[in-house]
T-cell receptor, first 114, second 117 residues
Framework: AQTVTQSQPEMSVQEAETVTLSCTYD???????LFWYKQPPSRQMILVIR????KQQNATENRFSVNFQKAAKSFSLKISDSQLGDAAMYFC???????????WGAGTKLIIKP | EAQVTQNPRYLITVTGKKLTVTCSQN?????MSWYRQDPGLGLRQIYY???????DKGDVPEGYKVSRKEKRNFPLILESPSPNQTSLYFC????????????????FGPGTRLTVL
């Protein structure tokens, strides 16, 4: 069965600095998709970035980028120039190609220090 | 505005009293899903639906029912709620088979905080 592990329950970073959140997953599939979602205190789930497993190039969305290592089954999220609005729970999720089911990690709480 | 709506947003009830949480999307999405979120566990899928009249169990379906009579609606039914169903519930939708992987982002509702006493 597929599993997703986020080993950092909580991370803190100084405003304007860079932080990396880690995510590892276990799967025997070759085609799948990986996502990072953000959940601010409002509880709304917001897609941050996504990566197709068949693409070698790492996805980037403005200040957010990923380091996707398929062989190591690792999918870390880097946030550059951290802002106070980045404070939230961040969830890593894996989606099988076959049925769109999302498997979620337990989340990492990101604290931004002003 | 494209959105997924859920009602109610907050609900406190007692053990055994049947309840329904509604979910509706206005994006003509084929795929809809229900999740529950518990501290330290992330989100776990309860049920999902690939299209009208097609529903399947997720990872934690016990104690829940769903129906998909219309494309836009996907209600979650708790026939006899118990305290272990106290949780935060999310409905989500996506294009599903109608889109490709690039378009298959899941859109989430605002969540329903359920407390069962």
């Amino acid at each position: 069965a597929q599993t997703v592990t986020q080993s950092q329950p909580e991370m803190s970073v100084q405003e304007a600095e860079t932080v990396t959140l880690s995510c590892t997953y276990d799967t025997s599939e070759s085609d799948y998709y990986l996502f990072w979602y953000k959940q601010p205190p409002s509880r709304q789930m917001i897609l941050v970035i996504r990566q197709e497993a068949y693409k070698q190039q790492n996805a980037t969305e403005n200040r957010f980028s990923v380091n996707f290592q398929k062989a190591a089954k690792s999918f870390s999220l880097k946030i550059s120039d951290s802002q106070l609005g980045d404070a939230a729970m961040y969830f890593c999720a894996y989606e099988m190609d076959s049925n769109y089911q999302l498997i979620w990690g337990a989340g990492t709480k990101l604290i931004i220090k002003p | 505005e494209a959105q997924v709506t859920q009602n109610p947003r907050y609900l406190i009830t007692v053990t055994g009293k049947k309840l329904t949480v509604t979910c509706s999307q206005n994006m003509n999405h084929e795929y809809m899903s229900w999740y529950r979120q518990d501290p330290g566990l992330g989100l776990r899928q309860i049920y999902y639906s690939m299209n009208v009249e097609v529903t399947d169990k997720g990872d934690v379906p016990e104690g829940y029912k769903v129906s998909r009579k219309e494309k836009r609606n996907f209600p979650l039914i708790l026939e006899s709620p118990s305290p272990n169903q106290t949780s935060l519930y999310f409905c989500a939708s996506s294009l599903g088979l109608a889109g490709g992987p690039i378009l298959n982002e899941q859109f989430f509702g605002p969540g329903t905080r359920l407390t069962v006493l």
